[in-house]
């Protein structure tokens, strides 16, 4: 089947269903990083905001991993640590955001946080659906899959911190949200590191097979 990956080789991204699905995708992510940060702002929700981030950090991903589909090995694994370092960047940033607020907490506008985490949800699920079947691809293509799997739990957790604020009238579940997203952002930055830095390995192993 076209896309799919054999057991010894994995999916690279040499494909044109691929590539137009990539193209779509980021087309949504990129609306929905202006729509979601906007209506971050306008809320006063940190959860937003950092679920914004993750749509401009998967529109900036997809964009780097089409850059490099075909190329050599080293180039696409190189992509795939710059990937997994700007996760781990955009992590560390909404976990001391979200640590500055504990401080200084407002309560955000729940209902602005529910309808926006709600088409911001269909947006990634469409996204899902759309790059599922490459999901077990190299490390430049599993980097896209994590970063939409990021978005889609991210807009759940949204929508349940919308809950949690409204029951509560507090901002509290807002923050432990964004906290629990930070958390999302850093295990994927460590998942896509660590794949590029095994595939890379395996490929000097192959270079140099009596080195080992």
Known sequence: ?????????????????????????????AVMFAV????GHLAGSQALQADAL?????????????????????V??????????SLFAMGVWVFGSTTYRVFYIG?????????VGALALATNLASVMLLVRYKDGDANVRSVWLCSRND????VAVMIAALGVWGTATGWPDLIV?????????????????QALQERRAAGAHLHPGSA
């Open 54 to 74: 993750d749509f401009l950090g998967d529109a900036l991903t997809y964009g780097i991993s089409l850059a490099v589909i075909g190329a050599s090995l080293r």
């Open 152 to 155: 889609a739990i991210g807009n």
């Open 107 to 115: 309560v955000p506008e729940a209902q602005i946080m529910g309808v």
């Open 178 to 194: 964004a906290g629990i997203m930070a958390s999302l952002f850093l295990s994927s930055a460590f998942q896509i590191v660590r």
């Open 1 to 29: 089947m076209s896309g799919c990956c054999g057991h010894d080789a994995k999916f690279d991204g040499v494909s044109d269903d691929y590539k137009r699905r990539l193209w779509l995708v980021i087309a949504l992510n």
């Open 76 to 85: 696409r694994t190189n992509a795939a640590l710059a990937k997994g370092i």
């Open 36 to 39: 979601e940060m906007s209506a």
